[in-house]
């Protein structure tokens, strides 16, 4: 059975600061996929990656994959409280659907 | 973007009635999914559909079915409703890369 694990599950942090969620999966996955729903709404995608090695960024997120390791992180850099949210990775080893992490509920205080 | 609705956007309902979520697409993407979304468990799979009349069972599926008379539509049932059914329901089409999947704006379940 594949499983999604994502850390922390909830993270309180300072305006300024920089952190990093980590997404641990449990058999080979060559996508991963990182989405952020707001409350009350849908899941916006954030970034897919593709391939070992791949490495996106938007603004102050970035994303990286590392299928090895069976591992993808999630870092915010200088973050401000528009990125309150709560994110989450998934992955599809197949086109049978995604099985997603447990969500990291991020609270970004001034 | 894939355009994906999903209908009702509220329901309450109640113990022992049926119940049908409808979901649809305006493009012809083969892959169709159910997700149920509750508190502390993220999203999981109910069902999910790779073309007309061709559909699986997903992590979550008991209590649920589910069909596809046209690609457009995606339609999920429940037979008897029950209070462990009160959730949130996602739809979601596979869209192709780079994009991946695209999710309609969910339902909100009830029941009583």
């Known amino acids: 059975e594949l499983k999604v694990e994502q850390n922390p599950l909830f993270l309180s942090m300072q305006e300024g600061k920089n952190y990093t969620i980590y997404c641990n999966y449990s058999?080979?996955?060559?996508?991963l996929y990182w989405y952020r729903q707001d409350p009350g709404k849908s899941l916006e995608s954030l970034f897919v990656?593709?391939?070992?090695?791949a490495v996106k960024q938007e603004g102050r997120l970035m994303a990286s994959l590392d299928t090895k390791a069976r591992l993808s992180t999630l870092h915010i850099t200088a973050a401000v409280h528009d990125l309150s949210a709560t994110y989450f990775c998934?992955?599809?080893?197949?086109?049978?659907?995604?099985?997603f992490g447990k969500g990291t509920h991020l609270i970004i205080q001034p | 973007d894939a355009g994906i609705t999903q209908s009702p956007r509220h329901k309450v309902t109640e113990t022992g009635t049926p119940v049908t979520l409808r979901c649809h697409q305006t493009?012809?993407?083969?892959?169709m999914y159910w997700y149920r979304q509750d508190p502390g468990h993220g999203l999981r799979l109910i069902h999910y559909?790779?073309?007309?009349?061709?559909?699986d069972k997903g992590e979550v599926s008991d209590g649920y079915s589910v069909s596809r008379s046209k690609t457009e539509d995606f339609l999920l049932t429940l037979e008897s409703a029950t209070s462990s059914q009160t959730s949130v329901y996602f739809c979601?089409?596979?869209?192709?890369?780079?994009?991946?999947?695209?999710f309609g704006s969910g339902t909100r379940l009830t029941v009583v």
């Open positions: 979601a089409i596979s869209v192709g890369y780079p994009d991946g999947y695209t």
């Open positions: 058999t080979t996955s060559d996508r």
């Open positions: 990656l593709l391939s070992n090695g």
């Open positions: 998934a992955v599809d080893p197949s086109a049978d659907g995604l099985t």
């Open positions: 493009e012809n993407h083969r892959y």
């Open positions: 559909s790779y073309g007309v009349k061709d559909t």
